[in-house]
């Protein structure tokens, strides 16, 4: 029941019913991984997809010149690697934790055995996968309108939601993440996130103090990460 459960929480699975998640529930192989492992590397065969249950993953590829890009921070109750069941069969980027924790494992074999034995499973779950398509055209207009001001005050903004402390109407907000590794999600450069920070620190918004942002204006802050909406 308790993995029932956790196959509930993900947006691609949104369309199943309780009979579809037992049947998932039967294929999908429970996997602990330890910070700094790898779970498979760009252009390794793709042979299932992954529920992350607790930690987080850090999706990336590796430029011809050894830089690194990273493509997507996986929170728990995301599902990823779903390209092993489209594309050319293998995985477009390399899965790294950030931290231990755990996810389940879900085999293409298994999965498209039970959509062939199973058309209204097939349906329900092409039905979730058009919910995440729409989720992706967001975040793709997010990127492609939204200045850099208004991408870092939507993501402090977030942030601020999932991991936050208040006092005396202050906010402290723990990043998470590297500020490289922030550039990276938000499709910038280092250089020019620092200068945000500045500028924001400048208008009196926040005060960065290591890995930690303090906002002084969570008001001013919220107007900024609304501008491209």
Request: charged share 30%; proline share 2%; with cysteine.
């Amino acid at each position: 029941m308790e993995l029932i459960e956790q196959l509930k929480k993900p947006l691609l699975f949104s369309g199943l019913n309780n009979a579809d998640l037992a049947e998932l529930a039967a294929i999908a192989v429970r996997r602990a991984f330890r910070k700094g492992e790898t779970l498979f590397c760009e252009g390794e065969e793709a042979t299932g997809f992954y529920l992350l249950v607790s930690g987080s993953i850090k999706l990336c590829r590796t430029s011809a010149d050894g830089r690194e890009k990273v493509l997507h921070f996986v929170k728990p109750c995301e599902t990823f690697a779903e390209a092993a069941f489209f594309g050319n069969g293998t995985y477009p980027a390399e899965a790294r934790a950030m931290e231990e924790g755990e996810a389940l494992y879900l085999p293409r074999k298994g999965l498209m055995e039970l959509m062939a034995r199973d058309p209204n499973f097939a349906f329900n779950l092409v039905v979730s996968l058009s919910l995440m398509l729409r989720q992706f055209v967001r975040q793709i207009e997010e990127l492609s309108f939204a200045d850099v001001t208004s991408r870092l005050a939507s993501f402090l903004v977030r942030r601020a939601a999932e991991s936050s402390t208040n006092f005396g109407g202050i906010t402290y907000i723990d990043l998470g993440i590297k500020k490289g590794e922030l550039a990276s999600r938000l499709g910038t450069a280092s250089e020019t996130i620092s200068r945000t920070f500045k500028k924001l620190k400048e208008e009196g918004i926040i005060e960065v103090q290591g890995n930690r942002v303090v906002v002084h204006q969570m008001e001013k802050l919220e107007k900024l990460s609304e501008r491209h909406e």
